[in-house]
């Protein structure tokens, strides 16, 4: 947004975004919480990608959606909560309801499954979500490296504690920790050398159980309850 404009010409470049249809389709789709692809959009806003693109376009120069690339796929996302207070807002005036998101994964792989060798599924989003409120990790905030993470001092007693040692994770070359976009819940898990280590601690330690022949990962009954009690803490 242009520093030098007044708070009602902002405003009224901002109102602009929201009122083309295509647009207020594509943000009303990502109020669910939920990253979509430039593909997934276009359907939505029911254009063609070279439309859907330029719609983006402006969307992130308003700064009212994000985009994390990762490998040849670029999700976009709401800027941030103020973005989706204010579309809620909005939708509420209109008297409509707020988008749900269905997910198409089967059950077992949307619960717990590798992503490489990291942990993906619905427990791997709630894990990075816990470590993030926690502030056992922030984001790293530089342009060059999108969804990277600092590891906190607290966040290395904390995975200390669980039985994570986190000091080869930081002497590495490979990125200590990042956001993973997970296919299945579209909301972000957490990958890197830190993402591997605490995969292979929860499953050392009995929490997870890996299938012989697929991705999936099972959820023991000491494993359920210990990240029950665990998430519970944030």
């Known amino acids: 947004m242009d520093a030098s404009?007044?708070?009602?010409?902002?405003?009224?470049?901002?109102?602009?975004?929201?009122?083309?249809?295509?647009?207020?389709?594509?943000?009303?789709?990502?109020?669910?919480?939920?990253?979509?692809?430039?593909t997934e959009l276009a359907a939505v806003g029911e254009?063609?990608?070279?439309?859907?693109?330029?719609?983006?376009?402006?969307?992130?120069?308003?700064?009212?959606?994000a985009c994390l690339a990762q490998g040849r796929h670029r999700y976009y996302r709401l800027a941030d909560d103020t973005v989706g207070q204010a579309l809620e807002a909005l939708l509420v005036v209109a008297g409509q309801p707020r988008p749900t998101f269905e997910p198409s994964t089967p059950i077992a792989l949307r619960q717990a499954r590798r992503c490489y060798d990291h942990l993906a599924g619905h427990w791997g989003v709630q894990l990075h979500d816990h470590a993030l409120r926690s502030g056992w990790i922030t984001?790293?905030?530089?342009?060059?490296?999108?969804?990277?993470?600092?590891i906190s001092d607290?966040?290395?007693?904390?995975?200390?504690?669980?039985?994570?040692?986190?000091?080869?994770?930081?002497?590495?070359?490979?990125?200590?920790?990042?956001?993973?976009?997970?296919?299945?819940?579209?909301?972000?898990?957490?990958?890197?050398?830190?993402?591997?280590?605490?995969?292979?601690?929860?499953?050392?330690?009995?929490?997870?159980?890996?299938?012989?022949?697929?991705r999936a990962l099972t959820i023991t009954r000491r494993g359920r309850t210990r990240l029950t009690q665990l998430l519970e803490t944030s």
């Not at 966040?155 to 990125?175: E, F, I, T």
């Open 154 to 214: 607290r966040g290395l007693a904390a995975w200390k504690g669980l039985g994570v040692d986190l000091s080869g994770a930081l002497q590495g070359r490979r990125r200590p920790a990042c956001a993973c976009m997970d296919w299945s819940e579209r909301r972000p898990h957490l990958g890197g050398a830190l993402g591997a280590m605490w995969l292979q601690a929860l499953l050392s330690q009995g929490w997870l159980e890996a299938a012989l022949d697929s």
């Open 47 to 65: 254009v063609a990608a070279s439309t859907a693109s330029a719609h983006l376009s402006r969307l992130l120069t308003q700064g009212l959606v």
């Open 139 to 150: 984001p790293e905030d530089e342009p060059d490296r999108p969804g990277a993470y600092l």
């Open 5 to 38: 404009l007044t708070a009602d010409e902002a405003l009224a470049h901002i109102a602009a975004s929201m009122a083309e249809p295509v647009r207020a389709r594509m943000l009303c789709c990502l109020m669910d919480g939920h990253a979509r692809t430039a």
